[in-house]
């Protein structure tokens, strides 16, 4: 499913008040989107636009061609968004089952049974009465298994261990499809770096990039270097007694993204604009 952002904006408060989110454009079709930013650049604010749990200020928040905020039972059965420590509001997995899963018409029990077994999880194991850490591993096991064509997750990996978090990565290769669209947003980047095939960065409620890796990947390389003297860099950092740096790519180079290093290039006032320009 595709989501159309068209110069979305939204205040908490008066029209005279700031806004949290300020003329976002962008297209979000299938695929797993990284959203960065830093505490209150907006990105929970959007991710709930999306969802469908606040309307806009301005502009508008589409899933295909509908508005979100109306709330459509026929939309709202194909988003599902999940929050770092969200409460759900049952009992145990067994009971979210009963009485939520049936909105969403492309649950899958088998996927849910084999995800939980992963994190070592009972499905009728009280909620209560589990720790921060397994309560997030049981709803990041439930939403995966809800397969909506929609899936925010924020933060996933907050509360998980090393294992779990390499277990949440494999999870996710695993139950997400080609044709599902899934937003996450986090401030830790490794946990899943290797799964993402776009990139989304707010600042102060704009959005500086919307693109994906591989349109990155044509337009700037992330290279080492001994230091940065001689070296056209777009922006360097210092790393253990090398220098990390971007450069332009004239299709001759081949790199990994460095998303750290992409962000913090992002947030410096002497290199965003140039960085910004190389990828439009």
């Known amino acids: 499913m595709e989501i159309s952002l068209k110069q979305l904006t939204f205040r908490y408060g008066s029209k005279s ?3 949290a989110l300020d003329g976002i454009n962008a297209e979000v079709g299938p695929g797993i989107h990284l959203l960065l930013g830093e505490n209150g650049a907006g990105k929970t604010t959007l991710l709930h636009l999306i969802d469908g749990l606040l309307s806009p200020s301005e502009g508008k928040c589409l899933i295909n061609g509908g508005p979100t905020g109306n709330r459509l039972p026929s939309v709202l059965s194909k988003v599902f968004y999940l929050g ?4 759900l509001p049952a009992v145990s997995i067994a009971e979210m089952v009963r009485i939520h899963a049936a909105f969403y018409p492309t649950f899958s029990a088998d996927t849910l049974r084999r995800n939980l077994a992963d994190f070592g999880i009972d499905e009728n194991e009280r909620l209560s ?3 921060m850490g397994t309560r997030q591993k049981a709803a990041v096991a439930y939403a995966l298994a809800l397969h909506t064509p929609i ?3 924020d933060e996933p990996a907050t509360g998980l261990d090393i294992q779990s978090k390499q277990k949440l990565q494999t999870m996710l290769a695993r139950c997400t499809e080609s044709d599902q669209t899934v937003i996450i947003s986090t401030h830790n980047i490794a946990d899943l770096q290797n799964l993402y095939d776009s990139l989304m960065v ?3 409620g704009r959005m500086l990039m919307a693109e994906s890796i591989d349109h990155i990947l044509e337009h700037m390389a992330f290279v080492n270097a001994v230091n940065a003297d001689g070296l056209d860099a777009l922006y360097s950092s210092q790393r253990l007694g090398s220098t990390r ?5 004239d299709g001759s180079l081949e790199t990994d993204i460095d998303f750290h290093l992409l962000y913090l290039a992002l947030y410096d006032p002497n ?3 140039a960085i910004i320009d190389l990828v439009k």
């Open 17 to 19: 008040s700031a806004p």
């Open 84 to 87: 770092a420590g969200m409460p």
């Open 129 to 131: 009465k589990m720790s």
């Open 151 to 153: 899936l925010l997750l």
């Open 202 to 204: 707010l600042r102060h």
């Open 245 to 249: 740096c971007i450069v332009a790519n």
């Open 271 to 273: 290199a965003s604009a």
